[in-house]
């Protein structure tokens, strides 16, 4: 199996890890976090009724120069815009599902910048 494929399927194993404990509800809707290799993608799902209530992307927002890599400012502009369209339907906490990534780097990034954004989790 090539090693990518690998990468896969172990952070896949990893995530319905997480996914057992972390459940998002009408009250605390889940914050998933999807990373690409050229992306960041975060929603805000409600799991009682599988609706998406918010969302953001990497791939829509204008990549603002911040300090640090190009990623991870993209990251922070996600968390922010997320965070704005939470707040906008009138969520202020969520649970943070990190998607079996580890919290760290871009995916830290994302839940800082959200948090500044006025989401608590």
Same mark, same amino acid.
């Given at each position: 199996m090539?090693?990518?494929?690998?990468? *896969?399927?172990?952070r896949r194993v990893r995530h319905r890890r997480v996914r057992k404990k972390v459940i998002g509800? *009408?009250?605390?809707?889940?914050?998933?976090?999807?990373?690409s290799l050229r992306a +960041?993608?975060?929603?805000? +799902?409600?799991?009682? *009724?599988?609706?998406t209530l918010a969302a953001a992307s990497s791939k829509e927002s204008s990549g603002e120069a911040q300090s640090g890599s190009p990623k991870t400012a993209a990251s922070v502009t996600v968390g922010k815009v997320v965070a704005e369209r939470a707040l906008a339907q009138g969520i202020t906490q969520v649970v943070f599902d990190r998607g079996g990534y580890k919290y760290h780097g871009r995916v830290k990034a994302l839940a800082e910048a959200a948090r500044e954004g006025g989401l608590k989790f």
């Open positions: 090539p090693k990518d494929k690998k990468a *896969t399927a172990l509800s *009408t009250e605390k809707p889940r914050l998933c976090v999807f990373r +960041i993608y975060a929603q805000v +799902i409600d799991d009682s *009724t599988g609706r």
